[in-house]
């Protein structure tokens, strides 16, 4: 398995533009969670699913849409990018609903913000 | 403000030297996990403990949990220079996914 995978590493935008983070695990999990991580901080909920078709916010989702057609896949779409999206984002998932199974991460996505 | 707060920020120690963290939390949890990230890198999961366990050990890892204290406290026994990453808790209050503290920097010095 290749576990949670996350594209691209890097990214550098300017303030406006848009883009989607890719995020995508092989390990048949429901839940999935995206992530951002300031300099110096722990992680803050921009959204989670549990399940195909299902999506939901977390913490901190303005400026931010997901959508979850497949298991698989729990894309991160910024639609209008500012400096204030500078970030890491990690994406995450675990095997059900089950509050004691293991999270697993994806590397993470550097994003630059111009 | 975050449900769990690690202390402290930044710890340094000297290799075999035990290290301590701890995290406050603020609501009911149904399980609180400890994670470390090395520099640039995702989150791995450490250890996991559920609200009606007390201590719980893995390898040279062992956590405490205090519900009526709403704390949790890792330790790392026997420190390596390869222990040197930020720790963070993160607790499951069974509404939304996981709620993450802002770390402990650990440093082990060899």
């Known amino acids: 398995n290749a576990g949670v995978t996350q594209t691209p590493k890097f990214q550098v935008l300017k303030t406006g533009q848009s883009m989607t983070l890719q995020c995508a695990q092989d390990m048949n999990h429901e839940y999935m969670s995206w992530y951002r991580q300031d300099p110096g901080m722990g992680l803050r909920l921009i959204h989670y699913?549990?399940?195909?078709?299902?999506?939901d916010q977390g913490e901190v989702p303005n400026g931010y849409n997901v959508s979850r057609s497949t298991t698989e896949d729990f894309p991160l779409r910024l639609l209008s990018a500012a400096p204030s999206q500078t970030s890491v984002y990690f994406c995450a998932s675990r095997l059900t609903g089950t509050r004691t199974d293991t999270q697993y991460f994806g590397p993470g996505t550097r994003l630059t913000v111009l | 403000s975050q449900q769990g707060e690690e202390d402290p920020q930044a710890l340094s120690i000297q290799e075999g030297e035990n290290a301590t963290m701890n995290c406050s939390y603020k609501t009911s949890i149904n399980n609180l996990q400890w994670y470390r990230q090395n520099s640039g890198r995702g989150l791995v999961h450490l250890i996991l403990?559920?609200?009606?366990?007390r201590e719980k050990h893995s390898g040279r890892l062992r956590v405490t949990l205090d519900t009526s204290k709403k704390s949790s406290s890792l330790l790392i026994t026997a420190s390596r220079a390869a222990d040197t990453a930020s720790y963070f808790c993160?607790?499951?209050?069974?509404?939304?996914?996981?709620?993450f503290g802002s770390g402990t920097r650990l440093q082990v010095q060899p």
């Open positions: 993160a607790t499951d209050t069974g509404r939304r996914a996981l709620t």
């Open positions: 699913s549990v399940g195909a078709g299902i999506t």
């Open positions: 403990i559920r609200s009606n366990e």
